[in-house]
Nanobody, 115 residues
Framework: QVQLVESGGGLVQPGGSLRLSCATSGIVFALYDMTWYRQPPGKQRELVARMTRRDYRTYADSVKGRFTISRDNDKEVLYLQMNNLRSDDTAVYYC?????????WGKGTQVTVSS
């Protein structure tokens, strides 16, 4: 059974930092392109950052310079380091893995940025 389980969310003040993790099982993690998405309240889900199986990274313009995506293929975990958080980063953050026609989603972790 494939599982993607996000953790690390919570409440943080503006300017603070969080590191999200996505622990995977049931897939050959190293073969998957991995992506973080987020869904702000009342808005559509949007791409935050992607890291391909060949370690190519892309970021949404809104997070460039503040967020860093990384992966540990030995531990089969995806990370998102989020620095200098702003109120508009408040969202549910989802982990997504894809390989050809196969795709899997985690259930999400809530990040709230508020003073």
């Amino acid at each position: 059974q494939v599982q993607l389980v996000e953790s690390g969310g919570g409440l943080v003040q503006p300017g603070g930092s969080l590191r999200l993790s996505c622990a995977t099982s049931g897939i050959v993690f190293a073969l998957y392109d991995m992506t973080w998405y987020r869904q702000p309240p009342g808005k559509q889900r949007e791409l935050v950052a992607r890291m391909t199986r060949r370690d190519y990274r892309t970021y949404a313009d809104s997070v460039k310079g503040r967020f860093t995506i990384s992966r540990d293929n030995d531990k089969e975990v995806l990370y998102l380091q989020m620095n200098n958080l702003r109120s508009d980063d408040t969202a549910v953050y989802y982990c997504y893995g894809s390989r050809f026609e196969q795709e899997y989603w985690g259930k999400g972790t809530q990040v709230t940025v508020s003073s």
